[in-house]
């Protein structure tokens, strides 16, 4: 059964790397400034997925605490673009 | 993770598999829809039911090693629900509003993708 | 004189803990401080208070939340793996009149809305009588109408209202 599931958690991994990659053409290619922005937004959640996969893996909560951090800093960073996209500013006087 | 018990690693092998090919699934719909708006839908996938899936199995074979249950996964699951419909009603408002005033600047084009 | 939002102080020190991994005297005491000081600058944040009715109804809501998720999960999956013809799929926005106009109940709509793919919230109009969705999959109207409607709706304006 720990074979089948170290199986498991190398699918997965490959999974989201592949999500990961698919994100990135999308980063580069796409035809619209919000087209690249959902992309990494995109990107950083499988990236995030990625973390937790490495810390099922180890065993080590120390991923848990990189991947809180990404969702954090993942989210703002979204945020800003998304807003920069509709009003031209980051932050509004 | 040398032998951990069967009640944790039979549904964690299954929810990562799912968790994993959903995601994937999201991330091929980002580069095979057609439009923007279309492609929104993509990635929530990946929020929803990936996430859901590798945390449920993070906290069981978290709870398998350490012998006690462990409740710091939520946080996460909590962190991008409120998150993640935030980033995404600003990121259609925003692709809304290009559209509008991409048509308005050339209003030879037949608009696409608005409705008012 | 404002009420105290004791739950929201309650859930940071929860959060605090949590975060923490320990329940140690030093930290709790830590948690306390940091969420009466963060509760203080959120309260001019927030100037409208919940007022929660027939709490009990959160459960089947939450049940038919995370049924619709898996649900619908499925359905875009199939639509973007090419199982259904590509022709037969028509994505476009969608007018729902709404009824709710409490600001919790509509955050909470929002957050179901997004969260179900296949469905994402576009617009709400200025009145808020009028919620415009955009639907991946838009076969049937007044079926995604009677969902919004009486499924996620009907239990929040119950809620809340």
Redesign the interface.
């Given at each position: 059964?720990?074979t089948?599931?170290?199986f498991?958690?190398d699918?997965?991994?490959?999974?989201?790397a592949?999500?990961?990659v698919?994100?990135t053409?999308?980063l580069i290619t796409g035809p619209?400034?919000?087209?690249r922005?959902?992309?990494f937004?995109?990107l950083y959640?499988?990236g995030?997925?990625t973390l937790?996969?490495l810390?099922?893996?180890s065993?080590s909560?120390a991923y848990?605490d990189m991947?809180?951090l990404i969702?954090?800093f993942g989210?703002v960073g979204?945020?800003a673009l998304?807003?920069f996209?509709?009003r031209g500013e980051v932050i509004e006087p | 993770?040398?032998?951990?018990p069967?009640w944790a690693?039979?549904p964690?092998?299954v929810l990562?598999?799912a968790?994993?090919?959903?995601?994937?699934?999201?991330?091929?719909?980002?580069?095979?829809?057609p439009?923007?708006?279309?492609?929104?839908?993509?990635?929530?996938?990946?929020?929803?039911?990936?996430?859901g899936c590798?945390?449920i199995?993070?906290m069981l074979?978290?709870s398998a090693?350490t012998g006690r249950l462990a409740?710091?996964?939520p946080?996460?699951t909590l962190?991008?629900?409120?998150?993640?419909?935030?980033?995404?009603?600003?990121?259609?408002?925003?692709?809304?509003?290009?559209d509008r005033a991409r048509n308005a600047v050339r209003p030879g084009r037949a608009p696409e993708?608005t409705?008012d | 004189m404002k009420r105290v939002p004791v739950v929201l102080t309650l859930t940071l020190i929860i959060?605090w803990l949590?975060?923490n991994?320990t329940a140690s005297p030093g930290s709790i005491l830590l948690g306390v401080i940091l969420a009466v000081l963060l509760m203080l600058a959120a309260s001019q944040f927030r100037p409208v208070r919940p007022r929660l009715r027939r709490l009990y109804l959160v459960v089947p809501l939450f049940f038919h939340v995370v049924v619709d998720?898996?649900r619908s999960?499925i359905g875009?999956?199939r639509?973007?793996?090419g199982m259904v013809s590509r022709d037969q799929v028509r994505?476009?926005?969608l007018d729902v009149p709404l009824d709710l106009r409490d600001p919790h109940g509509l955050a909470i709509l929002?957050?179901i809305?997004?969260?179900?793919?296949?469905?994402?919230?576009?617009?709400l109009s200025a009145d808020g009588a009028t919620l415009?969705l955009?639907v991946?999959d838009l076969k049937d109207e007044a079926e995604w109408i009677r969902i919004i409607k009486y499924r996620y709706e009907s239990p929040l304006r119950r809620i809340f209202e």
């Open positions: 059964m720990t089948i599931f170290h498991a958690v699918f997965a991994q490959m999974c989201f592949l999500a990961m698919c994100a053409i999308r619209s400034a919000q087209d922005v959902l992309a937004d995109s959640i499988s995030m997925l937790l996969m810390g099922i893996r065993g909560t848990f991947a809180l969702a954090l989210f979204t945020m998304a807003k996209l509709l | 993770m040398s032998d951990l069967l690693t039979l964690a092998t990562l598999v968790g994993g090919l959903f995601a994937l699934t999201g991330a091929l719909g980002l580069l095979r829809l439009d923007f708006f279309s492609r929104m839908h993509g990635p929530s996938m990946g929020n929803t039911i990936g996430c590798v945390l199995a993070s074979t978290a090693v409740i710091h996964e946080l996460i962190f991008i629900v409120v998150s993640s419909p935030v980033t995404s009603m600003l990121l259609m408002r925003a692709a809304r509003y290009r993708s409705d | 959060i949590l975060l991994g998720v898996v999960n875009v999956a639509i973007v793996l994505s476009g926005f929002a957050a809305i997004t969260s179900t793919p296949g469905t994402a919230w576009a617009d415009t955009h991946l």
